[in-house]
């Protein structure tokens, strides 16, 4: 009877310490949580009002059980999003347990009116988990308005977008070599943070003064209006050739272009007519050893250069205009204009042996008291060919015989530069100062220029 008992007694205890064990939880500092997806993507592009569903895992690695603190979805009730954890719907949950060695499903749903006008083109939210004073989190994506989109596209073939409905680019667009993007008049880019345009083959840009082809961010809301940064850049790279940009508007990115190498042929590589290219975060134009013609172009309010042309190249800007001022979210330190033929890493100094660059009709301006840096090294033996014709430039340096005809240090007099009105007054001094430039008939808003043209990208009316 004793032994019976002694047995009884010996099941109990393993089932109350079996019972205790399953109570134990893992309470580790350092623990976190897997996940099947970092970011739930909603690719479904309604043409009405409607929701769609997505769902992902949550694994518990380790070998005890889990209990989440928290899940909740960062927006709360105003949030497009909502989720169903463990078969329970709502915006926020609490100690939900996972056990050992095991994983739950977690539904997202989002509700959206893409004919909605008001909705920024992509709806962004995310899903915070907390466990033992960690933090992690899932970000939740979804279309908020009807658009094309491009998620890390790659063009293969040539390429003619339609313009019925905007286009919206996320994880940046790669046009192949040897390919070409043609975008008509209208095209509306909306480029998504962090999102570039690479070019290895040929973009055609091709505007008209009232339909303009934009390339800006995807952000509509009034915080992010003029704001420098909202995504990356236009890059051409070493292969890419023949491409031309004219009545584009380039504006609120990191950089407005970037032009990697010379070009392939014997027409620049990187051609830009009537363009404007403004809030920029770095630069307007940034080119290592380059090839860019401009005319009749507005670059302006960039956290650096307007125009930064170093480690040499070839470059050809007539009638543009290169004005930076401080303003609220830009900080004007740096010359308008940069030219040099090196660049310096871990003050190692790189130099290149060619630059070719002749600008007439130009104006440098700006707050600073010197808007024009240029510099060289090697000079002896290197070709540093450079031509400053009919232009009206900021600066205190000493001008030599690279300069022709130069207004220094005359104030252009903007309509107003406060509010990024670049025309000039009727009693400029650029008005009738340039020379005529064959093939130049017109201004950035295809006005007539006349016997005696006006310095600049705008002809005085």
Same mark, same amino acid.
């Given at each position: 009877?004793?032994?019976?008992?002694? /047995? /009884?007694?010996?099941?109990?205890?393993?089932?109350?310490?079996?019972?205790?064990?399953?109570?134990?939880?893992?309470?580790?500092?350092?623990?976190?949580?897997?996940?099947?997806?970092d970011?739930?993507?909603?690719?479904t592009?309604?043409?009405? %009002?409607?929701?769609?569903?997505r @769902?992902?895992r949550? =694994?518990?690695?380790?070998?005890?059980?889990?209990?989440?603190?928290?899940?909740s979805?960062?927006g709360?009730?105003a +949030? *497009? =999003?909502?989720?169903?954890?463990?078969?329970?719907?709502?915006?926020?949950?609490?100690?939900?347990?996972?056990e050992?060695? !095991?994983?739950?499903?977690?539904?997202?749903?989002?509700?959206i009116?893409p004919?909605?006008?008001? *909705?920024?083109f992509?709806?962004?939210?995310?899903?915070?988990?907390?466990?033992?004073?960690? %933090?992690?989190k #899932?970000?939740?994506?979804?279309?908020?308005?009807?658009?094309?989109?491009?998620?890390?596209?790659?063009?293969?073939?040539?390429? /003619?977008?339609?313009?019925?409905?905007?286009?919206? &680019?996320?994880?940046?667009?790669?046009?192949?070599?040897?390919?070409?993007?043609?975008?008509?008049?209208?095209?509306?880019?909306?480029?998504?943070?962090?999102?570039?345009?690479?070019?290895?083959?040929?973009?055609?840009a091709?505007g008209?003064?009232?339909?303009?082809?934009?390339? %800006?961010g995807?952000r509509?809301?009034n915080?992010f209006?003029?704001?420098?940064?909202?995504?990356?850049?236009? @890059? =051409?790279?070493?292969?890419?050739?023949?491409?031309?940009?004219?009545?584009v &508007?380039?504006? !609120?990115?990191?950089?407005? &272009?970037?032009?990697?190498?010379?070009?392939?042929?014997?027409?620049?590589?990187?051609?830009?007519?009537?363009?404007?290219?403004?809030?920029?975060?770095?630069?307007?134009?940034?080119?290592?050893?380059?090839?860019?013609?401009?005319?009749?172009?507005?670059?302006? +309010?960039?956290?650096?250069?307007?125009?930064?042309?170093?480690?040499?190249?070839?470059?050809?800007?007539?009638?543009?205009?290169?004005?930076?001022?401080?303003n609220?979210?830009?900080?004007?330190?740096?010359?308008?204009?940069?030219?040099?033929?090196?660049?310096?890493? *871990?003050?190692? &100094?790189?130099?290149?042996?060619?630059?070719?660059?002749?600008?007439?009709n130009?104006?440098?301006?700006?707050?600073?008291?010197d808007?024009?840096?240029?510099? +060289?090294?090697n000079?002896?033996?290197?070709?540093?060919?450079?031509?400053?014709?009919?232009? $009206?430039?900021?600066?205190?340096?000493?001008?030599?015989?690279?300069y022709?005809? #130069?207004?220094?240090?005359? $104030?252009?007099?903007f309509?107003?530069?406060?509010?990024?009105?670049?025309?000039?007054?009727?009693?400029?001094?650029?008005?009738?100062?340039?020379?005529t430039?064959?093939?130049?008939?017109?201004?950035?808003? !295809?006005?007539? @220029?006349?016997?005696?043209?006006?310095?600049?990208?705008?002809?005085?009316?």
């Amino acid at each position: 009877m004793r032994f019976f008992l002694l /047995i /009884i007694l010996v099941w109990c205890a393993g089932m109350f310490l079996n019972s205790c064990r399953k109570d134990v939880f893992n309470t580790d500092p350092s623990f976190t949580l897997s996940f099947s997806r970092d970011t739930v993507m909603f690719d479904t592009v309604f043409t009405t %009002q409607g929701s769609a569903v997505r @769902r992902f895992r949550v =694994f518990n690695t380790s070998n005890k059980r889990i209990k989440i603190n928290s899940v909740s979805i960062a927006g709360g009730e105003a +949030s *497009n =999003f909502r989720l169903n954890v463990n078969g329970v719907p709502g915006k926020s949950f609490t100690d939900v347990v996972i056990e050992p060695r !095991d994983s739950i499903y977690i539904f997202a749903a989002v509700t959206i009116d893409p004919t909605d006008e008001n *909705n920024p083109f992509v709806v962004t939210d995310s899903i915070w988990f907390q466990i033992n004073g960690n %933090q992690q989190k #899932v970000l939740l994506m979804a279309y908020g308005q009807n658009a094309y989109f491009h998620y890390g596209e790659r063009i293969q073939n040539d390429t /003619i977008w339609p313009i019925d409905k905007p286009h919206v &680019v996320i994880n940046s667009l790669v046009v192949d070599s040897f390919q070409t993007l043609n975008l008509q008049a209208g095209t509306r880019m909306y480029m998504h943070a962090n999102s570039a345009l690479f070019v290895y083959g040929t973009l055609n840009a091709t505007g008209t003064k009232n339909d303009s082809i934009v390339f %800006q961010g995807d952000r509509l809301e009034n915080y992010f209006k003029d704001l420098p940064g909202n995504w990356g850049y236009i @890059r =051409f790279l070493r292969s890419s050739e023949d491409n031309y940009l004219e009545h584009v &508007v380039i504006k !609120d990115a990191l950089i407005g &272009v970037i032009c990697d190498s010379l070009s392939n042929n014997t027409n620049y590589k990187v051609s830009l007519n009537k363009c404007v290219i403004k809030n920029m975060f770095y630069s307007g134009i940034s080119a290592a050893s380059g090839s860019v013609r401009a005319e009749n172009c507005l670059i302006h +309010s960039c956290g650096d250069y307007c125009a930064q042309l170093y480690y040499g190249g070839d470059y050809r800007f007539d009638h543009c205009t290169f004005a930076n001022y401080s303003n609220t979210v830009i900080n004007h330190q740096k010359p308008s204009f940069l030219l040099t033929n090196f660049f310096v890493v *871990n003050n190692i &100094v790189y130099s290149f042996p060619f630059t070719n660059a002749l600008i007439r009709n130009c104006i440098i301006y700006g707050g600073l008291e010197d808007e024009l840096l240029v510099d +060289s090294v090697n000079a002896s033996g290197y070709l540093f060919d450079y031509t400053f014709t009919n232009c $009206n430039i900021r600066t205190t340096s000493s001008l030599d015989n690279n300069y022709l005809n #130069v207004q220094q240090n005359q $104030n252009p007099l903007f309509e107003d530069f406060s509010e990024q009105l670049f025309g000039l007054l009727s009693s400029s001094p650029c008005k009738n100062a340039g020379i005529t430039i064959p093939g130049i008939t017109d201004d950035i808003c !295809d006005k007539p @220029r006349d016997a005696q043209p006006d310095i600049g990208a705008y002809e005085i009316p």
